[in-house]
């Protein structure tokens, strides 16, 4: 009545396949993409607070690039996560305990992106995000591309794409179409419409 589609029944094998010679249940393959943005998700949440914390207090940044014992910790703070890469490599099928590597890995990658934010132009942190974004939709965007047609993932299809599309932003943000300039990107798009 309302769009309402009744769910296949899973015992019965009416679930629909992700993509052709898939030999797992298509529940459990949604349940790990969910998982896996989940992580990733919460990792960006992680980052994104403590990168904001180091550059909104100024003293945080200050003590890291003022005294000795703050540039010490710093470059611990750079090491950390390739010294932590081991023991997650290890415990990878240990639960509670993976998951508490990651976040130590992720709070140190968050302190150096944090003090790259510090002292690092408002727009070039605005265009790395960009940057990111397009990375992170256009694989998505490929994943379920190439799932729905039985591709995987050889060789480099996924990495050419994800480079192909920041490439594409970028040289649109260095050109000007998306940046603040409006006069700029006004300009270039009249100025190319006149060669059509």
């Known amino acids: 009545m309302w769009g309402y589609r009744k769910a296949p029944d899973l015992e019965a094998g009416g679930s629909e396949l992700l993509y052709p010679g898939m030999t797992e249940s298509p529940d459990l393959r949604w349940a790990f993409v969910?998982?896996?943005?989940?992580?990733?998700?919460?990792?960006l949440a992680m980052t994104a607070v403590v990168s904001g914390f180091v550059v909104k207090v100024p003293t945080i940044s200050e003590f890291f690039v003022s005294s000795n014992a703050g540039i010490a910790l710093y470059i611990f703070l750079i090491i950390l996560p390739f010294i932590v890469l081991c023991p997650l490599h290890y415990y990878h099928q240990k639960h509670p305990v993976n998951l508490l590597l990651l976040g130590l890995f992720t709070v140190a990658i968050s302190f150096a992106v944090g003090m790259t934010c510090a002292f690092t132009s408002g727009k070039v942190i605005l265009e790395a995000a960009i940057l990111t974004a397009v990375v992170v939709v256009s694989l998505t965007a490929y994943t379920f591309w190439a799932a729905k047609r039985g591709h995987d993932f050889n060789f480099l299809g996924p990495f050419l794409f994800a480079a192909l599309m920041v490439l594409m932003v970028f040289s649109l943000i260095?050109?000007?179409?998306?940046?603040?300039?409006?006069?700029?990107?006004?300009?270039?798009?009249?100025?190319?419409?006149?060669?059509?």
């Open 34 to 43: 969910r998982k896996i943005y989940v992580i990733l998700a919460v990792q």
């Open 174 to 196: 260095q050109v000007g179409l998306l940046c603040l300039d409006c006069h700029k990107a006004l300009f270039i798009v009249l100025f190319f419409w006149e060669y059509e």
